[in-house]
């Protein structure tokens, strides 16, 4: 059947990928970048893939709270339904690492804005959609200060605690919403995947895109996620997994929820 669904980051690495695999299989495409170039470029590749389905594309920095909240607000301009959210944009080694607020750009880019994204759009969500978040194998224990911009971070240190926050706020937000909400999905796409955070941050060509693509088509659309709702699926050993034990302690992840509202609530005066 055909989906409409939404992925941040389509401009490059494995959302390109996966965007070009969805709209191969006739869905309707949602995509998002940060450069309006790029993403017009990436239209014009997707556009002739597929038949019968659209394609849309919309700015946004997701570093930027503020045009977050006018991302989701020019979908829900235009749709009333939304099946899959794939939050797949995401940083690791960058030049500027503060954000004009004063964040930590990794635990912007990676960890409020799509806990933001989401919340947004639950209600076009339908209960059997999916938000599929691109986690990482490198998870480390998070430090709600650097996350709340309040303590600076090295690069991998930034990146690790950025994915353990994002895997736990997957699972929180899961068990808030039980069987009404989409199945929130936590997914390790692969390590060392070809893209150019992986040229850029480790100096290395990396393993086939197409490995991260295949999982996130198969958790956006196969009826074995159906049911996952809250888990982590780590492509590295091909099943689900326990994230690290941090992911696992509720009380840890609603300290890492609250972190993350109290941000959202300072920047943008959303709650
Ligand atoms: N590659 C791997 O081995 C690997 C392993 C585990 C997890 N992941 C995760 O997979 C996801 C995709 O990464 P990738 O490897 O494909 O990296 P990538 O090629 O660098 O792609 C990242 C995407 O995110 C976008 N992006 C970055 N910063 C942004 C911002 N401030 N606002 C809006 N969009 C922004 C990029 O836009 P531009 O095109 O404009 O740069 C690009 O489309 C990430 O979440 C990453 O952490 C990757």
Known sequence: MQKTILITGATDG??????????????????HGRSPVKLENTVKEISPLGEGRIVESYVADLSNLTEVVKLADSVIAKHDRIDVLINNAGVFKTAET??????????????????????KLLPLLVSTGRVVN??????????????SGRSRLDHMPAYAQSKLALTMWSRAIAQELGEAGPAIIAVNPGS?????????GFGMAGNDLSIGAKILCRAALDDEFATAS????????????????DGLNLQKSAEVVRAIE?????TTGNS
């Not at 954000?99 to 880019?109: I, K, N, W």
């Not at 691109?134 to 996350?147: I, K, W, Y």
């Not at 995947?193 to 850029?200: D, I, Q, T």
């Not at 109290?262 to 300072?266: F, K, N, T």
Request: aromatic letters at 6%; zero cysteines; hydrophobic letters at 50%.
């Open 134 to 147: 691109l986690s990482s194998a490198a998870q480390a224990p998070v430090d709600t200060e650097a996350l």
């Open 98 to 119: 503060i954000t004009a607020s004063g964040l930590d750009v990794r635990f912007v880019v990676n960890v409020i804005a799509p806990y933001l994204l989401t919340r």
């Open 192 to 200: 060392l995947l070809a893209s150019k955070m992986v040229k850029e």
């Open 262 to 266: 109290a941000v959202i609530a300072e």
């Open 14 to 31: 494995i959302g390109l990928e996966t965007a070009k695999m969805l709209a191969s299989q006739g869905h309707n495409m949602l995509l």
């Open 230 to 245: 809250g888990k982590y699926f780590d492509n590295d050993s091909g099943r689900f997994a326990a994230p690290h034990q």
